[in-house]
């Protein structure tokens, strides 16, 4: 039975104690023409057009099981520090059959929802294939929101009112929110969560007392845990040269770990903190992030994550949190 207060997020570092891992399912749409990829790195990924309409377990079986591994792996590590691992279902064949022409992924529960204090919030995602991703994750959800003291709302669905690629919104996914006590960061870089997106979120959370502040991207960084990660209190890591306003002035006083722009498609900045102490990362930023790390203290858990990055995200993306305090 779940207990009383059971989902809570205090910020991006405080301690994991719950959280949902994602599947790894995708399925390549029939129609590409319009297909975005230019925030991934070159991958299997890039050439949509050659896997129209298929699986990624039938376009590409030895990556895909090494991926179903990948996750395994990121379960087994949660569950040595204590944190309680949940998992979304897999799509049904009707879920898939529904929107063969977008493609569907159940991949990275990151973005169908978010975590914000005692918030749980079903997110607007941008791309068509992506936005039944929360279906797959519902019944987890509400098993764990109706046993708490929780306020459970959903993002307006988005103005199609200009066709399928209408910019009206709002959008707002959760690799664009990062979280830190009361402030609340939403990046913004026209890929993924938008104005209007920003607007709903401070219209739900100011009067709680919470400050959102809209974070400008460059246009080839999906979101905004690509671009930032906070480590613990005091310590981040940082491509500082893709936000076109600057770092928040929040985090001015911050110890910066630098990472060169050319790293986020490669998902270099998106780690997973399981406590102020621990952090976990890809074995392939040993040198550039993990030894830096290391050298301040935290004690850094390696996974090898290649497949899971090709596809465009990693571990923080991979992972939803319900509680963290």
């Known amino acids: 039975m779940t207990t009383m207060n059971s989902i809570y997020v205090e910020n991006e570092f405080s301690n994991l104690k719950k959280v949902i891992v994602a599947q790894s399912e995708f399925n390549f ?3 590409t023409e319009n297909t975005e990829t230019e925030f991934l790195a ?3 990924m890039k050439n949509m057009a050659a896997v129209a309409g298929k699986s990624y377990a039938e376009a590409f079986p030895e990556n895909n099981e090494l991926w179903l591994q990948e996750r395994k792996n990121l379960v087994n590590v949660l569950e ?26 159940n991949f990275f529960i990151r973005d169908p929802f978010f975590t914000i204090g005692n918030y749980v919030i079903e997110g607007s995602l941008r791309f068509g294939h992506r936005r039944n991703e929360i279906l797959p994750a519902r019944k987890v959800i509400t098993e764990q929101v109706y046993n708490s003291k929780v306020i459970y709302v959903s993002v ?6 200009e066709g399928e690629h209408s910019e009206e919104g709002p959008f707002l996914e959760g690799g664009d929110i990062l979280v830190y ?9 026209g890929l993924a969560s938008n104005h209007n997106g920003v607007m709903w979120l401070k219209h739900l959370l100011e009067p ?14 999906l979101h905004l845990d690509c671009a930032m990660s906070l480590v613990r209190d005091g310590l981040m890591i940082v491509s500082e040269e893709v936000f076109l306003k600057g770092v928040p ?12 722009a050319e790293q986020i498609k490669y998902l270099a900045i998106n780690g997973l903190p399981i406590n102020p102490e621990v952090y976990i990362a890809d074995l392939a930023f040993k040198e550039t992030i993990g030894n830096e790390l290391e050298k301040r203290g935290i ?26 305090r």
């Open 29 to 31: 749409p029939l129609k």
């Open 80 to 105: 040595k520090y204590g944190v309680e691992v949940l998992r979304p279902r897999l799509l049904t064949e009707y879920e898939k059959s529904i929107t063969v022409d977008e493609g569907s992924s």
């Open 42 to 44: 070159d991958s299997d």
């Open 156 to 161: 307006p669905r988005p103005d199609i009112s």
């Open 208 to 221: 709680q007392g919470y400050h959102v502040t809209e974070v400008p991207l460059r246009h080839d960084v």
């Open 299 to 324: 004690y850094v858990e390696y996974i090898d994550f290649h497949v899971s990055r090709s596809m465009g995200g990693s571990f923080r993306c991979s992972t939803q949190v319900l509680l963290r």
């Open 249 to 260: 002035e929040v985090f001015d006083s911050w110890d910066k770990i630098k990472v060169d």
């Open 181 to 189: 006590g009361k402030e609340i960061f939403v990046g913004n870089s």
